[in-house]
């Protein structure tokens, strides 16, 4: 179920290009309030799923939306689409070919929070120095950073978290290394800051849909 999760959102990997320069204490500060900013995101993704068990890696691609602290919208193409939905208060993942739905609780506790947390600081980077080690470097084209978790609840959530930074302050590409080896590698294009709707991030499960709670 965690897995499911954080696959719903997708992170691609980060390759190193050119020279790197670590970013001072100040220069780290300034860089994410800089990247904060950005109180809305849509964008284009394509996700890699590299799993140690298998001979090839499960691409996927849609869009994804994203309003800080809590509010994300993620819809999957192709062949096996899907929708996960977060208004910071419950998370649903609907699946269209099976007519069927999740439904999570957030808050109060959730086992799920911690889940959504790291999400919410890979997209926007909130909070991020109270929860991670952070190395950070400046590149010819943008920035690096490797997010390593420090609190127990996180590193069942990942290991490591590595992020390309464009010089527009937009996270272009990360790579989530999960507990298990296996690695979620993500892409973005096309990404705007435009207001995203209120309505983006409520869902009402489309009639005929059977709906599940896993977690009670």
Known sequence: MRVSVLTALGFVALTSLGKTAPLSEGDLKNLLAGIRQNRSTQADFQEER???????????????WFQPPNKF????????????????????????????????????????????????????????????????????????????????SMKRAFQKLDLRIDDNLRVERTDMLLP?????????????????????????????TEISSPLG
């Open 50 to 64: 590299v799993i140690r068990l298998m001979k090839k890696p499960i691409l996927s691609s849609g869009r994804i």
């Open 73 to 152: 919208r993620r819809e999957v193409k192709g062949n096996s689409p899907s929708v996960t939905v977060s208004d910071g208060r419950q998370l649903w993942i609907y699946y269209p070919n099976f007519k069927s739905a999740e439904r999570y609780p957030l808050g109060k506790g959730s086992p799920l929070d911690t889940t959504v947390a790291a999400i919410n600081s890979a997209l926007n980077l909130e909070n991020i120095e109270n929860t991670f080690q952070i190395n950070a470097a400046k590149t010819d084209k943008g920035y690096e950073l490797t997010l390593l978790p420090r609190a127990p």
């Open 180 to 208: 298990n080896g296996d690695r979620i590698v993500t892409t973005y294009s096309n990404q705007t800051r435009a207001p995203v709707p209120v309505s983006t991030f409520e869902f009402k499960p489309p009639p005929g």
